[in-house]
């Protein structure tokens, strides 16, 4: 009989090795918004603005569409642990479909995105240039949405390294992409920021055929045959994986419109109070690829223990992940309660603004345990294909508790920026909570039913 000290040092490894090609393949599409960032801030102010307004637009339907399409990671690593491989694959194909459906959608979305730059009171002189610099990057959104659709089958199968293979692929391509049409070398045409844009729509469609082709060629996932056969959409499985994947994509809608609040919030209060923030929130960014990459792996362990049949398994796998992420999160909240100004530094050499920014970096390191444990914990739940409560969670953590309690603080008890940060942590804080007692509350419920 195995030990529990060597199942949870299986379990722990078994993690790990999923986790760890994530977290670097998700660190190489934050490379990616920085090398956007740096070659069109060379090019001119007004590049550079554009691009940081398209990327923001973009990334709210984005990221709401990755959440729809993270069904299939679950519902995948169910099917494997059950050893029902011979449904994956047409699994996979109606994935596809919703992936062309998203890219519809995102379509639709961007086509008319003029009435919407007036609405948030972008500057009208960069409105022709967000608004070609997001139609072409539509070019590349069905790759983008197929690509999810994909590497999400590839990771509910425990293989995670082609993510990060393809993710430094794509940041390869970025570079001589943007250097080609941003500048205008090699004879292309110097498009600017709307090149941007174009070269990352040639990122997408490169990361697609390289997995397409991966998935053809790789011992395990060539069986499931998911390109030998065309299906027309199927009904019951396309409502099957929105009815996990709409609450997911919902939930992050709500928090990624959360940060875009505080964000205009900041606008409110002032130039320096936006570039503080700013520093802030992109350093976190960074350090959350690390808690996601588990919490992506979480879902999958968890996922897979419940196909198994395995109540015990179920309870390891979700709290070995719960336990990587704050164990990594302790360690970026030391680093940034340490090394504050020195972290600003990087970014500014105006004082104005390194003082708010250490202000926020600090706020940040609490931030950091809140953030890694809400999002393991929903992460967890994925696997249990529990989404509709933790979207009722998020809804209630973030706009109900989160933004308004910073806004109180910043606006009547004149906290400022601080303020808002304080109403963040506070949000993350309840969602976390709340997640991770769900998560304990499921287990005890599994382990009757299993």
């Not at 998935?215 to 299906?231: M, S």
């Not at 926020?360 to 914990?377: C, K, N, P, T």
Request: glycine content about 12%; hydrophobic content about 55%.
């Amino acid at each position: 009989m195995t030990s529990p000290v060597s199942l949870w040092r299986t379990d722990v490894g078994r993690t790990v090795r999923l986790a760890w090609p994530l977290v670097v393949g998700q660190l190489a599409g934050v490379l990616m918004t920085f090398v956007d960032t740096v070659m069109a801030g060379r090019l001119s102010i007004e590049a550079l603005a554009a691009v940081a307004a398209g990327a923001a637009l973009w990334h709210t339907v984005m990221l709401a569409g990755m959440g729809v399409l993270l069904a299939v990671s679950a519902l995948v690593a169910h099917l494997d642990g059950a050893g029902k491989q011979d449904e994956i694959g047409p699994l996979a194909r109606q994935a596809l479909w919703i992936a062309l459906g998203l890219s519809v959608l995102t379509a639709g979305t961007y086509l008319g995105a003029g009435s919407l730059l007036a609405a948030l009171e972008i500057d009208p002189a960069l409105h022709s240039t967000i608004l070609g610099y997001l139609r072409a990057l539509l070019w590349g959104a069905p790759a983008m949405y197929a690509f999810l659709a994909l590497r999400f089958l590839c990771e509910g199968m425990e293989i995670s390294r082609p993510i990060m293979y393809f993710g430094f692929v794509g940041l390869i391509v970025n570079v001589i992409g943007n250097y080609g049409l941003i500048y205008g070398h090699w004879g292309l045409p110097a498009l600017g920021a709307v090149g941007c844009g174009y070269a990352t729509s040639a990122v997408w469609w490169t990361e697609l055929l390289g997995l397409v082709f991966y998935i053809r060629r790789h011992p395990r996932l060539g069986p499931l045959a998911v390109f030998e056969r065309f299906d027309k959409p199927y009904l019951p499985t396309l409502a099957a994986l929105l009815r996990l994947g709409g609450p997911i994509g919902f939930s992050f809608f709500v928090e990624v419109s959360m940060f875009a609040s505080v964000a205009l919030l900041m606008g409110s209060i002032g130039t320096i109070a936006v570039a503080g923030h700013q520093i802030a929130i992109n350093v976190a960014s960074i350090t959350f690829m690390v808690p996601l990459g588990i919490s992506l792996a979480t879902t999958v362990r968890v996922g897979n223990a419940l196909g198994r049949g395995d109540a015990a398994g179920v309870w390891r796998a979700g709290w070995i992940g719960h336990l990587l992420a704050l164990a990594t999160q302790v360690v970026s909240a030391l680093v940034l309660v340490t090394l504050p100004r020195q972290i600003a530094g990087i970014y500014t050499t105006d004082e104005r603004v390194v003082v708010v920014a250490v202000q926020l970096l600090v706020l940040a390191a609490i931030f950091q345990l809140s953030d890694g444990l809400q999002v393991v914990a929903a992460g967890a739940l994925r696997g249990l294909r529990d989404t509709r409560g933790p979207m009722v969670v998020t809804v209630v953590a973030y706009w109900l508790v989160g933004l308004p309690f910073g806004y109180w603080l910043c606006f009547h008890r004149d906290l400022g920026p601080r303020g808002l940060w304080i109403g963040i942590i506070g949000g993350l804080t309840v969602a976390g909570v709340l997640l991770a007692w769900r998560f304990h509350q499921s287990c005890r419920r599994v382990s009757r039913q299993l």
